[in-house]
């Protein structure tokens, strides 16, 4: 008999039955709870672990097809064909969150994907997850003397406050 079959509750020894009932109900309960902190550790770590190869496994597409997008956003900066990756990218991946793709989407020269990446500029200013270079305020500096007014003014509003 191991030690911890040797239970005592209120100052009694338990049974041979309620050992066993015990012993039974943690069979069936299926999974056992780490006894010492340290096993505890080792069980959330390697859950953790586990969901994140899951997570990976599931999400392994939408990587790739994302970065492909991307790729295809470089490949075409200075190319008529920007403004068609640009428009690829935010309808399979959303709004661009980093300042190099915000910047692709400053150059297309069409108003409408201009002011995408002028929105996400400003939410990104705003929450501080995005830090404005050098490079996007003159891009700013050269949008807020652009032929659309829609353009032209949210580009001053945004070096405003910058």
Known sequence: MSGDDRSWQDGE??????????RRERRSSGEQAPRS???RERSEAATSRYLKEIDGLFSHGDKARIERLVAAMRDAHGTPGLADACRAYHDAAG????????????DTGVPDLILVGLATLKTGRESGSLKVTS???SQLRIL????DDEVAETAEELLESL
Do not use: V
């Open 135 to 137: 490079s996007l305020r």
């Open 13 to 22: 020894k338990l049974s041979f039955s309620e050992l066993d009932r015990r």
């Open 95 to 106: 709004l661009p969150a980093e300042a190099p793709l915000i910047s692709l989407f400053l």
């Open 37 to 39: 902190k340290a096993a």
């Open 144 to 147: 807020s003397q652009d032929s």
